[in-house]
């Protein structure tokens, strides 16, 4: 079988139904074998967003994602898109074409060694140099990108690889499975602190949605009366109508997870990383406080100056022990009724009113308005970011899709598209910038021509928002390189030169009700709303530790 073949062959029977690329010389025999194939092929209009969609549609999924880019630009175009994915540990399945390796390292066009170039951004490399490495490259990285701590494997193909033959029967050969390595020898340790903490609280990363160990997390929050706060990318592993749920942490958190941090005589940490964005000199716990870590990959321990117990292990094996072990825990009266005051007394969740400019939090909320389990909500990177993580009562995992731990602008809308491929029977919503979807504003073209009918929020507010409130804030409003407003294009315009559909939206009033025409008309479409040039993502910790926390309304 040609090499070309055998590739779609292997991802076929891996169960791959979508792959997001973009042709060029070196990979032009496997675009001549997609036309056998039962793998869509969606053609992106620029190779970084087709890794944004392929990491949209593994995290909507839970499945790996797949993208492919020709050899040079094609593959130095993927890198922010595969960083991204690596950043947030998703699965994601890196094709890219190369010269034939007669001319390796001679600089023939479109050369690039993409193999160096991807390494520190994915979880693991392969350069098939011979086409007998095919199967192993293609089983052993699914396997990779999808055990442990998940992330992207990138598969290098040079020209001459995949146009020589392979025997069909090496294609089905089986590999030794991914060592995933855990100590669970600490578990009755942490049990006994569980046993004994007064005012225990769980933060609930990313880890726990991938684990697929919300049931879990939430059995284990209930037994032992723990509050639950979550970074951006754990929101959805508790709903956010449960009572134990004080919602989003980090720099631009809710002060009543912030407070409820300081307070805890114990913190069960689990999939999540104590990055600068969540643990800094403002949200530091007592120095009492102990810390139950439970991770996959050990390189995330002790990120900390307190006492620790490190469980290297799945989210859902440790969860599952530690309730089967735990004894029934004797009434919390005192931490839950401080916990009640804490969400009582959180003014975070005000939504704005009817008065003008639109206030972004109005717009957040009529989009709770419109969200069901059955909506997913990408987001770009930024102020909407922001007020989307503060606002939105996301209630289930995979529910938001964000850009964590690398901060990509661009995102949120090639996410989008990747999100309502992997999961057509769902409303997609993209809640953007101006700046971050200038960035991509091509895709709409992709949007189109695949029929895929997302709703883009645009929060228009004429400035690159977050960069301007650091200036404002910290830089004495020296605005340099955050004005977009000038030279904006008219986003209604631009879309239905695309062959999509623009709703200009200029009153608080209109918002609702261009949310629904824009789902109602079964096409991509732009719902460009004009926010408030001035208003900030509040409450703030400052980079700076010596200044103090900027709280904006919340009193405490």
């Known amino acids: 079988m040609k090499g070309s073949r055998a590739l779609?062959?292997?991802?076929?029977?891996?169960g791959v139904e979508t792959m997001f690329g973009y042709p060029g010389g070196q990979v032009i025999p496997i675009f001549d074998e997609i036309l056998n194939s039962t793998v869509r092929h969606v053609l992106v209009r620029h190779e970084q967003c087709a890794a944004h969609m392929a990491d949209g549609y593994a995290r909507a999924s839970g499945k790996a994602g797949v993208c492919l880019a020709t050899s040079g630009p094609g593959a130095t175009n993927l890198v922010t898109g595969v960083a991204t994915a690596f950043a947030d540990s998703i699965p994601v399945i890196v094709l890219t074409g190369q010269v034939s390796t007669r001319v390796l390292g001679m600089g023939a066009f479109q050369e690039v060694d993409a193999f160096s170039l991807m390494m520190p951004v994915t979880k693991y490399n392969y350069r098939v140099l011979d086409l007998q490495m095919l199967p192993e490259a293609i089983s052993r990285g699914w396997d990779i990108a999808l055990s442990g701590r998940q992330g992207p494997v990138h598969i290098d193909l040079p020209v001459d690889a995949i146009n020589s033959e392979i025997d069909e029967s090496l294609l089905s050969r089986s590999f030794e499975p991914v060592e995933v390595r855990e100590d669970l020898s600490k578990l009755p340790y942490?049990?006994?602190?569980?046993?004994?903490?007064?005012?225990?609280?769980i933060i609930a990363g990313g880890g726990v949605i991938s684990s697929n160990s919300s049931a879990e997390?939430?059995?284990?929050?209930e037994m032992i009366r723990a509050p639950v706060i979550m970074p951006l990318m754990g929101l959805g592993s508790i709903p956010h109508s449960h009572p134990l749920s004080l919602g989003a942490m980090g720099m631009h958190g809710k002060m009543c997870t912030?407070?409820?941090?300081?307070?805890?005589?114990?913190?069960?940490?689990?999939?999540?990383r104590f990055s600068d964005r969540s643990h800094s000199m403002h949200n530091q716990m007592s120095q009492s406080c102990k810390v139950i870590q439970i991770d996959v990959d050990r390189v995330e321990f002790d990120k900390h100056s307190h006492t620790a117990v490190n469980v290297l292990a799945d989210a859902k094996k440790a969860m599952q022990i530690i309730t089967a072990q735990l004894k029934q825990q004797s009434s919390k009266k005192a931490w839950d009724d401080r916990i009640k005051e804490l969400k009582m007394r959180c003014c975070c969740n005000d939504i704005g009113d009817d008065s003008m400019p639109i206030s972004p939090r109005r717009v957040m909320a009529e989009i709770n308005k419109m969200m069901d389990d059955d909506t997913i909500i990408t987001t770009d990177v930024g102020q909407n970011q922001m007020w989307a993580m503060h606002h939105l009562k996301i209630n289930r995992p995979r529910q938001l899709i964000s850009s964590g731990g690398f901060g990509t602008m661009g995102f949120g809308f090639p996410a989008a598209i990747g999100a309502k491929i992997a999961k057509p029977d769902k409303k997609v919503m993209a809640i953007v910038g101006d700046g971050?979807?200038?960035?991509?504003?091509q895709e709409l073209a992709t949007a189109v021509a695949e029929d895929v009918p997302v709703v883009i929020c645009l929060m228009n507010n004429g400035w690159l928002?977050?960069?301007?409130?650091?200036?404002?804030?910290?830089?004495?409003?020296?605005?340099?390189?955050?004005?977009?407003?000038?030279?904006?294009?008219?986003f209604v315009k631009l879309a239905e030169s695309?062959?999509?559909?623009?709703?200009?939206v200029e009153k608080p009033s209109e918002i609702g009700k261009a949310f629904k025409e824009a789902f109602a008309s079964d096409t991509v479409c732009i719902v460009d709303i004009h926010v408030d040039q001035d208003e900030a993502v509040l409450p703030m910790l400052p980079p700076n530790p010596t200044l103090p926390i900027i709280k904006g309304k919340c009193p405490f």
Do not use: C, H
């Open 8 to 14: 779609l062959k292997m991802l076929e029977d891996k």
């Open 190 to 201: 942490a049990i006994s602190l569980i046993g004994k903490a007064q005012r225990p609280l």
């Open 217 to 221: 997390l939430i059995k284990l929050a």
């Open 258 to 272: 912030l407070n409820a941090l300081k307070e805890a005589d114990l913190v069960i940490a689990i999939g999540t």
């Open 436 to 441: 971050g979807l200038l960035m991509v504003i």
């Open 465 to 490: 928002g977050m960069v301007k409130q650091w200036q404002n804030l910290f830089w004495k409003e020296r605005y340099s390189g955050t004005m977009l407003y000038k030279s904006n294009p008219d």
């Open 498 to 504: 695309f062959g999509a559909k623009g709703i200009r």
